[in-house]
């Protein structure tokens, strides 16, 4: 995996993409390239380096989806929620601006507050 100048859209099977814990890859016509990646296990993490001034993270809101967490460059988690009462899909669900370039990692998890999977569609 070589990082490109320039914008770069990391779906969830791009190689900058490391998952931790129980995920699973499902059919969403409406997701970019057609997948979503999704989970129920509280403790599954995600995380992606890039280096870049700009993160932007769009999923699918949905009635089964849950607060997530995300961490940049080790800050302080932030609470990303991707409930919605009806399904929205490639909707900007984070996006976060860095005062230079530089390398970042952006590591996320599912939070405990609500049962039901986690929908990731990493942009």
């Known amino acids: 995996?070589?990082?490109?100048?320039?914008?770069i859209r990391a779906d969830d099977h791009h190689p900058s993409v490391q998952y931790e814990g129980?995920?699973?890859?499902?059919?969403a016509d409406d997701a970019c390239c057609g997948?979503?990646?999704?989970?129920?296990?509280?403790d599954a993490v995600t995380?992606?380096?890039?280096?870049?001034?700009?993160?932007?993270?769009?999923?699918?809101?949905a009635p089964v989806?849950?607060?997530?967490?995300?961490q940049i460059d080790g800050g302080q988690p932030m609470p990303v929620d991707t409930w919605s009462a009806t399904t929205v899909d490639?909707?900007?669900?984070?996006?976060?601006e860095f005062a230079s370039t530089d390398w970042h990692e952006r590591?996320?998890?599912?939070?405990?507050?609500?049962?039901?999977p986690y929908l990731s569609n990493l942009g």
Do not use: K
């Not at 995996?1 to 914008?7: I, M, R, S, T």
């Not at 997948?35 to 509280?42: C, D, I, K, V, W």
């Not at 490639?90 to 976060?96: I, L, M, R």
């Open 107 to 116: 590591p996320r998890r599912r939070d405990e507050s609500r049962e039901p």
């Open 65 to 70: 989806a849950a607060i997530a967490w995300v």
């Open 47 to 61: 995380e992606m380096e890039f280096r870049g001034s700009r993160v932007e993270w769009f999923a699918q809101l």
């Open 35 to 42: 997948t979503l990646t999704e989970t129920s296990a509280r």
């Open 22 to 27: 129980a995920w699973s890859t499902v059919g």
């Open 90 to 96: 490639q909707a900007q669900a984070f996006s976060f």
């Open 1 to 7: 995996w070589e990082p490109l100048p320039g914008y």
